[in-house]
């Protein structure tokens, strides 16, 4: 293997795209790292200057390979290995995403929301108007 080519699966391990390996070895399998379009394999390996785009949904990131490289690193070392070509239009999709919070979420699925909570004790508290009507003891 030469200097200037790596796997990909180590590549974004080694670039802390992913936590581990196989979180990236996983991805390449589901088809969520494309190079130019096309899926890749874990296997495959890459080059100085290629985009590599990672779709974590909501939204598809987009990294140049600056360094390749199989051996994880620290932080701070980051800019020199990979830089974001991720389009702002992608962070904004990212936010939006972020400000909408549970207003998607389906009802009756999760928790309650407060509104939801309070209604619920408003019924459970309630005593029905025609219960008053009646006298349960039953020993008359």
Same mark, same amino acid.
């Given at each position: ?49 290629? #985009? ?6 909501? +939204?598809?990131?987009?990294? @140049? =390979?600056?360094?390749? *490289?199989?051996?994880?690193? %620290? ?9 974001? #070509? ?6 904004? +999709?990212?936010?939006?995403? @972020? =400000?909408?919070?549970? *207003?998607?979420?389906?009802? %009756? ?32």
């Amino acid at each position: 293997m030469a200097a200037n080519e790596a796997r990909i699966d180590k590549w974004l391990w080694a670039a802390r795209i992913y936590k581990t390996r196989s979180m990236a070895t996983a991805a390449c399998k589901k088809g969520q790292i494309c190079i130019g379009g096309v899926q890749m394999k874990p296997s495959r390996m890459v080059h100085v200057g290629e #985009v590599v785009d990672v779709r974590k949904p909501p +939204i598809t990131y987009s990294f @140049r =390979i600056k360094q390749t *490289i199989e051996k994880r690193v %620290g932080a701070r070392l980051l800019p020199e290995i990979l830089e974001n #070509v991720t389009p702002p239009e992608q962070f904004e +999709i990212l936010e939006m995403s @972020r =400000i909408s919070g549970f *207003i998607d979420r389906a009802r %009756g699925t999760g928790r309650p929301t407060k509104k939801e909570r309070r209604a619920l004790d408003d019924f459970t508290e309630a005593t029905p108007e025609f219960y008053s009507d009646f006298d349960f003891d039953m020993e008359e």
